[in-house]
């Protein structure tokens, strides 16, 4: 009798993974799409990083140190260091 795993199980497990683990888990993630899925995947990625850029350079946002984004995900996965 085969098992059917949720959604929430597999992201509940996923998340507790180590962070190289769940790296290797996005790349096979993001390796099993279809050629037409990825493209779309691409093309939405360069519309937010065009969207963004356009922010930075309009002044219209706030950056944040990298060392503060680092201890905020940390605080938010529950990783220590």
């Known amino acids: ?3 059917t795993v949720t959604y929430d199980e597999v992201l509940r497990t996923a998340r507790s993974l180590d962070e190289p683990e ?3 888990l996005v790349e096979e993630l993001l390796g099993s799409l279809s050629p037409d899925d990825a493209a779309s995947l691409d093309d939405a990625w360069l519309a937010e990083i ?3 850029s356009d922010e930075l350079d309009a002044g219209s946002v706030t950056t944040i140190p990298w060392h503060d984004v680092q201890r905020r995900a940390r605080e938010r996965a ?3 260091g």
Do not use: G, T
Request: aromatic residues 0%.
């Open 50 to 52: 065009d969207r963004r």
């Open 1 to 3: 009798m085969s098992q």
């Open 78 to 80: 529950k990783l220590n």
């Open 22 to 24: 769940r790296l290797r």
